[in-house]
């Protein structure tokens, strides 16, 4: 093996060092590395599981990856779909490997409709009333293996996310019709019509009540006579094991101290949003441990907002009115716009001495997104992109939605008529032959160093999440793009050292000026060398819809596609750059998911470790022996495509033109089919193998 005999410890241990592919080639290799890798290979594996990120220590079981009964699951790694199959740690590392690969589009997946069934428990709640195929909010316990959905006709379903069977519910008279719908650690949370959240827990999971003394909302009459209602109607046979993991008890209600719009919960807290305020919450105590006040707040010109510890920390914002609810919103509270304002292109600029104006009035608005991390409050306005410390209650960070380019790095995509990326394309109909649904999709990449732009495109944010780590962020806007910040933490530590430094110095009010433009140069800057900049197809013909992160990928609709994107965050530099940190960043997209009318209905998208959920219109499914849906399908595909052809020839034409050469970003109206019925569509990644997909149609000839 080595030119040297090494004890057999020391080779394991340099094993250990080594990545999946290699350990596939030594065992390729010769006779010698295949007998030792085999006959030490679960000790070699368990370290490759270690070192790839599959256990958290060396010291991990093989009996902690999956549940072993209802109520473990909040200890256990994996679900049990993930660990299917596993038998040792060789099967382990193999199963992650192959559901990264089946994410990427380089291995099968399928594609499964729900429901599949449709008995349930709940007279109002019955197949013929069609709660079921008017699902709104969708979220998935992939550990407890259950499935929760709110629709619009109100209503609660939890299902079995591998049988679909209906578990346990809450009646349409008691959900109100579009509730949104929180879930995490067994935690669940949707809202009332006077604003107010309910919070349930699985009753599974009450192992550890919170001491009494630490609570401070409790559930009221109205659960508790729901809950008696619903164990009335399923207490007449005794709970299957099954059934008994998708049970929930009625928690708390939190009573809201203003009227709100928005919301998201990451466990152990709650955030809500009204106009002036943000709330978070510990929902496991009901306690109201942070109020973020003046949201709304203006700022001084000439004083820096984004430095957590500069002297003066509000932040410029943008009023907006809304339009439409979206993820973490609470529909049930809509405010009266406030009235409309130009979008700010960077923070305010410094005015000169002979202006009479001391501030420049922008404001937040109604905020259209949230979300949250363990140090930070992301909200979404109209125009603007703001970060709060929850540490000090401060504005730390900005984005406009306004900017020409916002990173360094820009991927667009590009149609298979581009000569540069015309070889070796993927196609739905090589997939569908690989048992594959996801077509990795031909992209251009350009790279450009910082300059301030004069032109300004004003577009919209529709979305936010961060990473769980809290240390990257995605925002949509509006015109199919997709903007990635990594490392955001590391960069507003960076500001504020350098903001401290700078308050320690007495300087007049001409110099506080320049050092303040300075700054901000600086500051852009270096967001601009840490944002991926992505361009998800025409911004007249394709508008965002929705918007998922998790374990690193990033789920997208839009009225064109469904796309997963995955980019390859680069560690911290040790060291200042000399050249260019070229990123790696992938795109693939679900043709399956391709009637442009569907697409705009869809109202939730989630992903878990295996698996993408969204609400699809079931009616009219296209047919493989159908020649009349075959032909439907090529003709999406085919205006997929020109949309692109189109992007790429007619540059100057990308957006509307303002009399000033400013632009903006508007969708040319489509005639399409208004879709008002949708259940849960699901691609599953973890599958081993996949059957035929229902849609076996020929390539378009365009492509």
């Given at each position: ?5 090494l ?5 394991i ?13 030594l ?10 890798i ?25 009996e902690e ?55 349930s ?30 629709t619009?006709?109100g ?18 008279w ?10 995490g650690?067994g ?10 959240k ?6 599974a ?10 609570v ?9 006579y ?5 164990n ?12 008994r993991?998708a049970?929930?008890?009625?928690h708390?209600?939190l ?10 919960f990451v ?22 441990i ?16 984004d ?49 009479d104006?001391?501030?420049l ?25 703001r ?7 401060k ?29 070796n394309?993927d196609?739905?109909?090589?997939a ?12 251009r990449?350009s790279?450009?160093?910082?300059r301030?732009?004069e ?7 529709v ?8 240390q ?27 903001a401290?430094s ?86 693939s997209?679900?043709?399956y ?8 209905a869809?109202?939730?998208l ?22 009349h ?36 970003v ?11 019925v ?10 081993e ?15």
């Amino acid at each position: 093996m080595f030119p040297t005999e090494l004890p057999a410890e020391i080779t394991i241990l340099i094993l250990s060092y080594l990545p999946l592919p290699t350990l596939s080639v030594l065992l390729r290799l010769n006779a010698e590395w295949f007998d030792f890798i085999g006959q030490n290979g679960n000790t070699i594996y368990h370290n490759a599981a270690f070192l790839q990120g599959y256990i958290p220590s060396h010291k991990t079981l093989i009996e902690e990856l999956r549940p072993t009964e209802a109520g473990t699951e909040r200890q256990a790694l994996y679900s049990r779909r993930a660990t299917e199959g596993i038998h040792g740690w060789k099967d382990m590392c193999r199963k992650r490997k192959m559901i990264q690969r089946s994410w990427a589009g380089l291995a099968p997946s399928s594609i499964l409709p729900s429901p599949r069934t449709l008995p349930s428990p709940i007279p109002s709640n019955l197949p013929g009333n069609n709660p079921h195929r008017r699902i709104h909010r969708i979220k998935v316990d992939e550990k407890a293996g259950i499935i929760m959905t709110t629709t619009g006709v109100g209503g609660l379903m939890v299902r079995d996310l591998e049988t679909d069977e209906v578990l346990w519910e809450l009646p349409r008279w008691y959900v109100r019709g579009f509730a949104h719908l929180e879930y995490g650690e067994g935690y669940m949370i949707f809202d009332r019509d006077d604003g107010n959240k309910e919070v349930w827990r699985r009753t599974a999971d009450i192992t550890d009540p919170a001491p009494p003394a630490l609570v401070t909302s409790f559930p009221d009459d109205r659960q508790r006579y729901v809950a008696n209602y619903v164990n009335n109607l399923t207490s007449t046979t005794s709970l299957t094991a099954t059934q008994r993991k998708a049970q929930f008890s009625p928690h708390s209600v939190l009573r809201m101290p203003d009227a709100t719009r928005a919301y998201r919960f990451v466990y152990p807290t709650l955030l809500v949003v009204s106009l002036e305020r943000a709330f978070i919450w510990d929902v496991r105590t009901g306690v109201l441990i942070q109020t973020i006040e003046d949201i709304q707040v203006v700022r001084p010109i000439g004083a820096s907002q984004d430095e957590e510890h500069a002297q003066v920390d509000e932040g410029s914002t943008s009023a907006h009115s809304e339009t439409a609810p979206d993820e973490g919103e609470d529909e049930s509270h809509q405010h009266s716009p406030a009235p409309d304002t130009p979008p700010a292109d960077i923070p305010p600029v410094v005015l000169d001495e002979d202006d009479d104006d001391d501030e420049l009035p922008q404001f937040l608005g109604l905020v259209r997104y949230v979300d949250l991390s363990e140090r930070h409050v992301f909200l979404a306005g109209r125009y603007l992109l703001r970060v709060f410390s929850r540490t000090t209650g401060k504005c730390v960070f900005d984005v406009p939605a306004t900017r020409w380019r916002y990173g360094s790095s820009r991927w667009e995509l590009a149609s298979r008529a581009d000569q540069h990326v015309a070889l070796n394309l993927d196609t739905y109909e090589q997939a569908q032959g690989e048992g594959r649904e996801l077509v990795r999709m031909p992209l251009r990449f350009s790279y450009d160093e910082y300059r301030q732009s004069e032109r300004m495109v004003i577009d919209q944010f529709v979305a936010v999440h961060v990473s769980s780590d809290g240390q990257h962020f995605v925002a949509m806007l509006s015109g199919s793009r997709l903007i990635i910040m990594h490392h955001f933490e590391s960069l507003l530590n960076k500001r504020a050292q350098n903001a401290a430094s700078r308050s320690t110095r007495s300087l007049s009010q001409r110099e506080i000026k320049e050092e303040t433009k300075r700054a901000q140069e600086e500051k852009d800057r270096e967001i601009f060398e840490h944002t991926l900049d992505v361009q998800l197809g025409s911004p007249q013909a394709s508008s965002s819809i929705y918007l998922a992160y998790e374990n690193g990928r990033i789920g997208v609709v839009t009225t064109n596609a469904v796309y997963i994107v995955t980019p390859t965050i680069p560690p911290l530099p040790t060291t200042p750059r000399t050249t260019p940190n070229i990123q790696n960043l992938t795109v693939s997209r679900l043709p399956y998911f391709s009637n442009p009318s569907w697409l705009g209905a869809v109202s939730c998208l989630m992903m878990s470790d295996t698996g993408l959920y969204l609400n699809w219109n079931p009616t009219a499914p296209i047919q493989a022996d159908d020649p009349h849906d075959r032909e439907t399908w090529a003709d999406w595909e085919r205006e997929f495509e020109e949309y692109l052809e189109d992007y790429e020839r007619n540059e100057l034409d990308r957006y509307h033109l303002l009399p000033n050469g400013d632009m903006f970003v508007a969708p040319i109206p489509r005639a399409l089919e208004i879709s008002e019925v949708s259940t849960v569509y699901s691609v599953d990644f973890a599958v081993e193998s996949a059957p035929p997909s229902t849609l076996e149609v020929r390539t378009p000839s365009v492509l």
